[in-house]
């Protein structure tokens, strides 16, 4: 009961670590066409063509624990791969101050997402933003 919250993080930490390197089971991301979720296209990032980019995927990056309770990744938490899998377009990142959550801009097309939940192609289409979920669920500690 005494434990701080970074002591809670670190431990939610090595459990989502141990479970994804034990392959726990796996919940298929979910993909999801919207509109975007930022309007203002002033606030849009730039392709490397100059082009403001108005498409993308975000969403959330974690870890569901058996009672139904999700905690979400900091760092690195999601990976664009091109259509075919082969080659990493992108990477997401997900800061400490909202753990698990993403935005990252893409052109439209067809990628394969790659997360804690597994990968799971999706489709960014002109002037939408596709919403990830990509859950791996771990079993509570003993």
């Not at 979910?30 to 969403?59: F, R």
């Not at 979400?72 to 899998?85: Q, R």
């Not at 997360?115 to 990509?134: D, F, L, M, Y």
């Amino acid at each position: 009961m005494g434990e701080n919250a970074m002591g809670g993080t670190s431990l939610v930490c090595l459990i989502l670590a141990i479970g994804i390197a034990a392959g726990c089971n796996r919940r298929t991301p979910v993909a999801t066409p919207s509109p975007s979720p930022y309007p203002t296209p002033s606030s849009a990032p730039e392709s490397p063509s100059g082009a403001n980019l108005d498409s993308g995927v975000y969403g959330f990056a974690g870890a569901r624990i058996a009672e139904g309770s999700q905690e979400g990744v900091i760092g690195e938490c999601i990976w664009v791969f091109d259509e075919s899998d082969a080659r990493q377009i992108a990477k997401g990142e997900c800061a400490a101050a909202e753990p698990g959550r993403f935005r990252l801009p893409l052109q439209p097309g067809k990628y394969v997402i790659h997360g804690p939940g597994g990968n799971h192609p999706i489709e960014v289409k002109r002037g939408q933003w596709t919403q990830v979920t990509s859950l791996v669920n771990l079993p509570l500690a003993p």
